[in-house]
């Protein structure tokens, strides 16, 4: 069976064919993509995979555009640690809902899935299925979460403890996820942004966008920018430009207590 995996982050690409690969040796990742419009083209120009892994946040857009441009005559099963999407996912071609982490086990049991709905046959029609299921689905997937109180991370020929009440803001970088603390140090940490999502309390942090996670105090400033788009001033300040999508807009400024 081959997969293409359309996923933002490049180490969360690797963990999901590090996990498909312990799972489902017979999966074949024939392709991974990063934005909407680099689906859109693979799309184009490959014949369809057998099945689909979708991050619904990626670098140009939500995946859902993926849709309006193309036919997506496979089936999806959709990755994101936003389980406001749920019922927005199921309206397209989906036949099931991973919060990220994904686990093994939930991994497992998608694949079945997608085994006993569409076998060896490459054109099926996806089963229409009672929002009421759908949405009870996705309340079992959701657990009671313990958020993270803090991080043990390696410094030179040390491990320090930092609690999150002294972190500033996380971001990813060429792979790799950073954090900076309110003093302005920098430590690299073991879990990808995706991972960070369920491990932090929502009402201290927020996903800015799909390279930062920042801590309610740490936002100095907010300003209108194009295109609806709010742009935001860290503290400590970082280089790079800190946007918040149209999308995301009005349900940032409600988080910021707007």
């Known amino acids: 069976m081959n997969v293409l995996i359309?996923?933002?982050e490049e180490l969360a690409v690797l963990k999901l064919t590090?996990?498909?690969a312990e799972v489902a040796p017979q999966v074949k990742v024939?392709?991974?993509s990063a934005s909407v419009c680099g689906t859109v083209a693979y799309l184009a120009s490959n014949p369809s995979p057998d099945l689909i892994f979708m991050d619904i946040e990626l670098a140009d857009g939500q995946s859902f555009e993926i849709f309006e441009q193309i036919s997506v005559p496979s089936p999806v099963i959709f990755t994101t640690s936003y389980d406001e999407f749920a019922i927005k996912a199921f309206k397209v071609n989906s036949i099931d809902y991973l919060l990220k982490p994904i686990k093994r086990q939930e991994l497992a049991a998608s694949l079945r899935k997608h085994q006993q709905l569409y076998g060896n046959k490459n054109e099926v029609s996806v089963p229409s299925i009672a929002m009421d299921l759908l949405i009870e689905q996705l309340?079992?997937?959701v657990r009671p979460l313990d958020y993270r109180s803090r991080f043990l991370v390696r410094h030179l020929s040390q491990w320090l403890p930092i609690s999150v009440t002294n972190i500033a803001y996380f971001y990813s970088e060429d792979g790799v996820t950073f954090f900076r603390t309110s003093a302005n140090q920098k430590f690299t940490i073991d879990y990808a942004l995706d991972e960070l999502d369920n491990m932090l309390d929502p009402k201290l942090f927020t996903r800015a966008n799909r390279k930062f996670i920042v801590h309610i105090?740490?936002?100095q400033q907010i300003h209108a920018y194009f295109n609806n788009k709010l742009k935001v001033i860290?503290?400590?300040?970082i280089e790079?430009?800190?946007l918040i999508s149209?999308?995301?807009a009005s349900e940032f400024k409600r988080w910021m207590g707007k």
């Open 6 to 8: 359309v996923e933002g």
């Open 18 to 20: 590090k996990l498909l």
């Open 30 to 32: 024939a392709g991974t």
């Open 139 to 141: 309340r079992k997937q």
């Open 217 to 219: 105090d740490a936002v």
């Open 234 to 237: 860290l503290k400590p300040a």
């Open 240 to 242: 790079e430009e800190v």
């Open 246 to 248: 149209r999308e995301k």
